[in-house]
């Protein structure tokens, strides 16, 4: 059984450029998350998405936005990038969100 | 606005000594609440899942309680070990999927 993969490991970006950050599900998984987060916090959710679909949505402006393929991998997008975008982005998978969240070891995104 | 606190913020304690983690959350219509450890600069790792209709779940040496009507649950850890130092999470799954954490409780056990 492989396990929830996320790439890049690290990036450093420009403010104001744009981002891609990409998770790999867990086998049998259909439910992704996103989180962010910042040095000395807990993770904040960003949004899930379940069968392709937007499911759920934290408190993030749109410039956050997600992709779910039918092998129910995952994409992260930011734009227009903004300092306090630094942070550690982490995925997780569950089947259904009522169920265990597994995470990936995360992206660490360096905005400058 | 779903709020989630876990105290102690930091936690130091010898090996072997038993500890117990708090975590309470404000609103109870809760789907359920997660257990996880993590490591620095690294991802979570799951310990325990307790659904909203459960009392509590156990995994070895971790033993974990939901009050689903008074907003808290614990992480009880036994015999604790030098390899159990790392910061322990506590999430909430509430309403509309969304998923509330606390900032954590980062424990030492000192050999």
């Known amino acids: 059984e492989t396990g929830v993969t996320q790439s890049p490991t690290h990036l450093i970006k420009t403010r104001g450029q744009q981002v891609t950050l990409r998770c790999s599900s867990q086998s049998g998984h259909n439910t992704v998350s996103w989180y962010q987060q910042a040095l000395g916090q807990g993770p904040q959710f960003i949004f899930q998405y379940y069968r392709e679909e937007e499911n759920g949505r934290g408190n993030f402006p749109p410039r956050f936005s997600g992709l779910q393929f039918p092998n129910y991998s995952s994409e992260l997008n930011v734009n227009a990038l903004e300092l306090d975008d630094s942070a550690l982005y982490l995925c997780?998978?569950?089947?259904?969100?009522?169920?265990?969240?597994?995470f990936g070891p995360g992206t660490r995104l360096t905005v400058t | 606005k779903q709020e989630v606190t876990q105290i102690p913020a930091a936690l130091s304690v010898p090996e072997g000594e038993n500890l117990v983690l708090n975590c309470s959350f404000t609103d109870s219509a809760i789907y359920n609440l997660q257990w996880f450890r993590q490591d620095p600069g690294k991802g979570l790792t799951s310990l325990l899942l307790i659904q909203s209709s459960q009392r509590e779940q156990t995994s070895g040496r971790l033993n974990a309680s939901l009050d689903k009507s008074s907003g808290r649950s614990t992480l009880y850890i036994a015999a604790s070990q030098p390899g159990d130092s790392a910061t322990y999470l506590c999430a909430v799954v509430g309403g509309y999927q969304k998923v509330t954490f606390g900032i954590g409780t980062k424990l030492q056990v000192i050999p």
């Open positions: 997780a998978s569950s089947f259904q969100s009522a169920y265990e969240q597994y």
